[in-house]
């Protein structure tokens, strides 16, 4: 079984700094993908960034960016110059390629930016 | 155009109630879920649609019953809830979907909050 963790429950930054999420997980499976997504108070889930196993470049959307590390299963989020906006839950998902689509996300961090 | 929408917004129904909830997208997408989420945890996964058919059923008790009309549309019947069903309930669909194929991102309508007294 596929299980992702997130061991920071609530982070909190200054606007305009930049904050690292982490995320770990665990499988015995090669092939998978790997997303974050934000849930902000109006609650609509929203893809942050995604990334595939077998890609070694981490991937990168604007001031959003990853450290993808496959050998330790480690897959943290880092945003830059933080915004107001970027005040939400994040969750960390984990997609094993040929499981049907099965997603499984971790318990969350909630991330406040302060002004 | 990346959107998935869903009705009611919000949902407030009895135990004997029955009711329904929609959810609907027109980006082509083959594969359609439903997660609930109770406040403060993560989404999990109740159903899943390929191609139309059911291809995920995680041990949802039978008072939840979804249906997939045809590729752009998903319902999901609630009949005799409890009140430890209330949630936010999140509809999504992905790309493209095989049977057996973890294909793509999957995007999120706003959900429907559902109360059960």
């Known amino acids: 079984a596929q299980t992702v963790t997130q061991s920071q429950p609530e982070m909190s930054v200054q606007e305009a700094e930049t904050v690292t999420l982490s995320c770990t997980y665990d499988?015995?499976?090669?092939?998978?993908?790997l997303f974050w997504y934000k849930q902000p108070p109006s609650r609509q889930m929203i893809l942050v960034i995604r990334q595939e196993a077998y890609k070694q470049q981490n991937a990168t959307e604007n001031r959003f960016s990853v450290n993808f590390q496959k050998a330790a299963k480690s897959f943290s989020l880092k945003i830059s110059d933080s915004q107001l906006g970027d005040t939400a839950m994040y969750f960390c998902a984990f997609m094993v390629r040929y499981n049907n689509n099965d997603m499984r996300f971790g318990a969350g961090t909630r991330l406040t930016v302060k002004p | 155009d990346t959107e998935v929408t869903q009705t009611p917004k919000h949902l407030v129904m009895g135990m004997t109630n029955k009711k329904s909830l929609k959810c609907e997208q027109h980006m082509g997408h083959r594969a359609m879920y439903w997660y609930k989420q109770k406040a403060k945890k993560p989404p999990e996964l109740m159903f899943v649609y390929s191609y139309e058919k059911l291809s995920i059923n995680e041990s949802v008790p039978s008072r939840f019953s979804p249906e997939c009309p045809n590729s752009s549309l998903l319902n999901l019947h609630l009949h005799a809830l409890q009140p430890e069903d209330s949630a936010l309930y999140l509809c999504?669909?992905?790309?493209?979907?095989?049977?057996?194929?973890?294909?793509?991102?999957?995007?999120f309508g706003p959900g429907t909050r559902l109360t059960v007294l």
């Open positions: 999504a669909s992905s790309p493209f979907s095989v049977a057996g194929e973890s294909t793509d991102t999957q995007y």
């Open positions: 499988t015995s499976e090669s092939n998978y993908y």
